[in-house]
């Protein structure tokens, strides 16, 4: 049973833009409000990344590959969380996971990802 489950990806045009969504199962929407939500991208041969994360309180940090570019957003009463991206690149391109964590309870899940792929 996924507990996690991005959507949106595809494929754009460079300078574009793109919208994930990575929504909860009901099984976990008790715990969605105290997690925080991140979303990491892994390209072809390369290594899972973190690029942004928002907290419970909503504050946010980002990679510098994508600061001024992408923004994440998170709605609890929809226990759902947005990756806007935009101005996209083709070293964008890459698999897009959607993470929620709470490190003290112990709680972390993935989602199964979404492929971006941002190309002439």
């Known amino acids: 049973q996924v507990q996690l489950v991005e959507s949106g990806g595809g494929l754009v045009q460079p300078g574009g833009s793109l919208r994930l969504s990575c929504a909860a199962s009901?099984?976990?929407?008790?715990?969605?409000?105290?997690?925080?939500m991140g979303w990491y991208r892994q390209a072809p041969g390369k290594q899972r990344e973190l690029i942004t994360f928002?907290?419970?309180?909503?504050?946010?940090k980002y990679a510098d590959s994508v600061k001024g570019r992408f923004t994440i957003s998170r709605d609890n009463a929809k226990s759902t969380a947005y990756l806007q991206m935009n101005s996209l690149k083709p070293e964008d391109t890459a698999v897009y996971y959607c993470n929620a964590r709470n490190g003290v309870l112990g709680y972390e899940y993935w989602g199964q990802g979404t492929q971006v792929t941002v190309s002439s």
């Open positions: 009901r099984s976990i929407f008790s715990i969605f409000s105290i997690c925080d």
């Open positions: 928002i907290g419970t309180g909503g504050s946010t």
